[in-house]
């Protein structure tokens, strides 16, 4: 079946660029996407990005897609403190419009 | 203001007690989505439902049931068949349709003793 794949942890310094990876094994994604969640709270929508593209930037954001190796980033420029939460990758389904997400990503920003 | 209200935040139960976790939308989004978050295990779908008066099994269905009887509403029940209730439970909802990006409320935490 579908599967997304993250590592667990991540620890940059402030100021410093984080990149973090995901892998997916559904060739037929029509879209992917990157979530953040902060203690306690609810998932919220970052970016997301068309498989048909390899690149989008959104400000400090930017989402790099290997469509030929099934390899999704997510880099954020100047990393701050705030910016310390857990990062899920997520692959569309298909028809039903579910989403497979990662296990996610904890981010640490050491000021 | 548009968006995902799950009430209450955080929900205490006695075991082999039935429990209704509340999830309501005004987006006007057709489909809704009920998962269930484990420390490290990252998201799991319970149930979805993309349109009134129908629903779908997710991954770990057992133990829990729906209703989806209006739009606005996609009611969880836990109940007292699931061995594992204590968790982070979450709501979503999209417009239906081929991997629309989901919204999710704030999440309700359950803890069963």
């Known amino acids: 079946g579908e599967d997304v794949e993250q590592s667990l942890f991540l620890s940059v310094r402030e100021g410093d660029s984080s990149v973090i990876n995901c892998t997916y094994t559904?060739?037929?994604?029509?879209?992917l996407y990157w979530y953040k969640q902060e203690p306690g709270a609810g998932l919220q929508l970052l970016t997301y990005i068309f498989s048909n593209m390899d690149m989008k930037q959104d400000q400090r954001l930017t989402v790099l897609l290997n469509k030929k190796d099934k390899h999704l980033s997510l880099r954020i420029a100047d990393t701050q403190t705030g910016d310390s939460a857990i990062y899920f990758c997520a692959e569309g389904e298909g028809s039903q419009g579910n989403l497979i997400f990662g296990k996610g990503t904890k981010l640490s920003v050491k000021p | 203001d548009g968006g995902i209200t799950q009430s209450p935040k955080y929900l205490f139960r006695k075991e082999g007690q039935n429990v209704t976790l509340s999830c309501e939308q005004n987006l006007n989004h057709d489909a809704m989505y009920w998962y269930r978050q484990d420390p490290g295990q990252g998201l799991r779908l319970i149930y979805y439902s993309q349109i009134v008066n129908d629903f779908q099994k997710g991954d770990i269905a057992e133990g829990y049931s729906v209703s989806r009887e209006k739009k606005e509403s996609f009611p969880l029940t836990v109940t007292s068949a699931q061995k594992n209730p204590t968790a982070f439970y979450l709501c979503?909802?999209?417009?239906?349709?081929?991997?629309?990006?989901?919204?999710f409320g704030p999440g309700t935490r359950l803890t069963v003793t």
């Open positions: 979503a909802s999209s417009i239906a349709g081929i991997s629309y990006e989901q919204y």
């Open positions: 559904d060739s037929s994604s029509t879209y």
